[in-house]
């Protein structure tokens, strides 16, 4: 497995794994969601690669802590197809 940065071809597979999570989308609005969070410096999002066919999503957001000085990484989604035997989960 490889793991790498979801790029805008990764839309219609990471839309049927959001879907999966039960929030219905199409690639096309993936595309755009995909974009805005990558303009954005707080957020990564990262596809799962079994050969060249996308498996898995992660998104993660960046922030920091009101009671540290350090950085923080939130896990927001992550997910696999239904049939992999893997769990779906979004914090």
């Known amino acids: 497995m490889h793991i790498r940065e979801s790029t805008d071809e990764d839309a219609a597979a990471v839309a049927v794994l959001i879907t999966q999570l039960g929030y219905p989308t199409t690639a096309e609005e ?3 969601r995909l974009r805005r969070i990558a ?3 707080q957020y990564v999002s990262l596809v799962a690669l079994e050969h060249t066919e996308v498996v898995g999503f992660l998104g993660m957001a960046f922030g920091l802590h009101y009671e540290y000085d350090t ?3 939130k896990l927001r989604y992550c997910c696999w ?3 992999t035997g893997f769990s779906s989960v979004r914090s």
């Open 81 to 83: 197809p239904l049939d």
């Open 71 to 73: 950085r923080s990484t």
């Open 39 to 41: 303009a954005d410096a």
């Open 30 to 32: 993936m595309r755009s």
